[in-house]
């Protein structure tokens, strides 16, 4: 009986490393191909540039594959126990890092029934390598970037079937370093890989790294330089913090400007008059907008876009302000009717009891538009916590600058205490790696 052959690709374009695994695999019998789900490519790699369709168009009209399957998810367990191959064929660079254990459980599963891994020698060109550089430069053009939040919540909340991602995970980023940190950390546990799917631009955040209170006094344009640094150098969408939007005539001009440069959605709260930060509470003075200018903001913003990708998100300030639950529904489904295209809503509780109240609620009438949460101070919650209760988008708003400034002033401190630079270094990244920390083009 002839042999059956599986490998597994997760690839935009094809390139000669591929043709020579699925040669290899042709010498071993019939060759079932796999083609990632965009959810499992998502987790490991980067976002797919060809819809699945098309990925798997691809791998199906190459010569020697017989028959193309889904594979959902990054471990090869499922999808092996259903067609038991006999060999799964796959490049010998995978045996280190995070690929260790999916290879090791592949191993295993092989063995109980006698299937074998062959491993060819990883090839692929100097042409294939620069391909590989262009969609990725393609990945950070705003025409690519923008819409990405959008193609993500399709994954979130599909309009037919079961989430292929149950939400959508964004991490604060104030600069070109902590873009590429956020860019790059993949991690593995239990088979999984995980990564951040888009990126916040904090107005705490970006107002504290340039040594100003989160008052809405750094401009428009210093916050757009902010996100230029890091457009330069990622990839991953961008949601930004857009305070109150101040008066509606400037709004207009920098959501068009937001959505020109590629920005993915703004998140605009209801508040007005001189800004404080959320998580202040009741200890300021702070003045959330009346219902209907609020939403006169919404629709006006709306009405400038020129295209289908960029979100207004509306943030609700209620429970902030202690103004009830009731108050933050009527305000949602107001905000809705004018236009905005998700909700965030906050709160700073130390549990998340308000949260899930506002978006049970929210959902009983509305299970479409997203649904934004904020965990910092409710930070026992999980993603599928919040998720069950209906959250499409997790933000994690503040923790990559509230790492970065005690880490500062101990080396100061440390420095100042010691009066030379020995003491502190072995907690320091080596210069070595310093110097190649970031590739050069
Ligand atoms: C920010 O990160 O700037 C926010 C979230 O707006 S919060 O600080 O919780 O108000
Ligand atoms: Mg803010």
Redesign the pocket.
């Known amino acids: 009986m002839e042999k059956i052959v599986y490998a597994c690709f997760s690839t935009d374009i094809i390139h000669e490393g591929h043709l020579n695994i699925i040669r290899e695999a042709k010498k071993l019998g019939r060759v079932i191909a796999g083609v990632m789900s965009d959810a499992a490519m998502i987790s490991y790699y980067r976002f797919p540039t060809k819809t699945f369709s098309e990925r798997r168009e691809m791998i199906a009209t190459i010569e020697g594959v017989s028959e193309t399957v889904v594979q959902e998810e990054v471990s090869y367990s499922k999808v092996i126990e259903k067609i038991r191959p006999d060999f799964v064929i796959h490049g010998d660079r995978w045996n280190t890092g995070p690929w260790y254990n999916i290879r090791k459980e592949l191993i295993d599963l092989l063995e109980t029934y006698g299937g074998k891994l062959v491993e060819v020698p990883y090839t692929i060109s100097q042409e294939a390598i620069k391909s590989d550089r262009r969609i990725i430069a393609k990945l950070m053009m705003p025409e690519f970037r923008r819409k990405r939040l959008r193609q993500l919540l399709n994954l979130v909340m599909p309009v037919s079937s079961t989430p292929f991602l149950p939400v959508i995970k964004a991490m ?1 980023v104030h600069s070109g370093l902590t873009g590429l940190i956020v860019e790059k950390t993949i991690v593995e546990k239990d088979n999984r890989f995980y990564q951040f799917d888009a990126m916040w631009i ?4 970006d107002s504290l790294n340039k040594g100003k209170p ?1 008052i809405e006094l750094v401009d428009m344009t210093s916050r757009f330089r902010t996100i230029e640094d890091i457009m330069e150098v990622t990839t991953k969408p961008i949601i930004m ?1 857009g305070d109150t939007g101040g008066l509606i005539e400037h709004f207009v001009y920098n959501v068009r400007t937001m959505e020109r440069l590629g920005i993915s959605a703004v998140i605009v709260e209801d508040k007005m008059g001189l800004k404080r ?3 202040l509470g009741n200890e300021v003075e702070q003045t959330q907008a009346p219902i209907q200018d609020f939403c006169k903001k919404i629709n006006a913003a709306k009405n400038v876009l020129l295209t289908d990708d960029f979100m207004i998100i509306a943030r609700i300030e209620s429970l902030i302000l202690e103004k009830g639950l009731n108050d933050a529904l009527i305000r949602a489904f107001a905000y809705v009717e004018a236009g905005a295209d998700a909700i965030m809503i ?1 709160s700073r509780k130390k549990v998340p009891d308000e949260i899930f109240a506002f978006c049970d609620a929210f959902r009983l009438q509305n299970k479409i538009t997203p649904l934004v949460a ?1 965990p ?1 101070t409710f930070n026992e919650v999980t993603e599928d916590e919040l998720a069950a209760h209906g959250v499409n988008i997790v933000i994690y ?2 923790q990559l600058t509230r790492i970065a400034f005690p880490a500062m002033q101990h080396v100061v401190e440390n420095i100042l205490m010691s009066h030379r630079a020995k003491e502190i270094d072995s907690e320091l990244m080596p210069i070595k790696e310093v110097l190649t920390l970031i590739d050069e083009f």
Request: net charge negative; charged share 20%.
């Open positions: 604060e904090s107005s705490l955040c989160d913090d930060n959320s998580l906050h904020v910092t708003a503040n």
